[in-house]
């Protein structure tokens, strides 16, 4: 399957069968939790791992008719296995902490000049 390398989402149209849409996931942690989730809430679908394939390797085939349903457990699926943005706790809360001192001043400059 050609998928871009800058992609935002994990799914297209099925190729050569406009009756599925195709998600795809890299890790096998990830499918198996697809998998198990998908099964959980009866949903049909089939899978397909690719091995050889750098960077999506395992693929699963859904009914359109499903589509939002499974777009929002393909989301459970990502967010389970998402690292954070700003990994480091301490990095994280001093930009928290810069960012509320400069919009403070802001707001003291603004006042003050009003």
Wanted: charge should be neutral; proline fraction near 4%; hydrophobic fraction near 40%.
């Amino acid at each position: 399957m050609n998928i871009p390398q800058l992609d935002f989402t994990n799914w297209r149209e099925h190729p050569t069968d406009n009756r599925y849409n195709i998600f795809f996931f890299k890790s096998q942690e990830e499918s198996d939790f697809f998998k198990n989730i998908m099964t959980t809430n009866k949903i049909w679908f089939e899978s397909y791992s690719d091995l050889d394939e750098p960077t999506y390797r395992y693929y699963f085939a859904v009914n359109k008719i499903n589509t939002s349903e499974v777009i929002h457990l393909n989301n459970r699926t990502i967010g389970e296995y998402r690292a954070p943005f700003i990994s480091n706790i301490w990095v994280r809360y001093g930009l928290v902490i810069m960012m509320f001192t400069v919009m403070t001043l802001a707001i003291i400059g603004f006042i003050k000049n009003n």
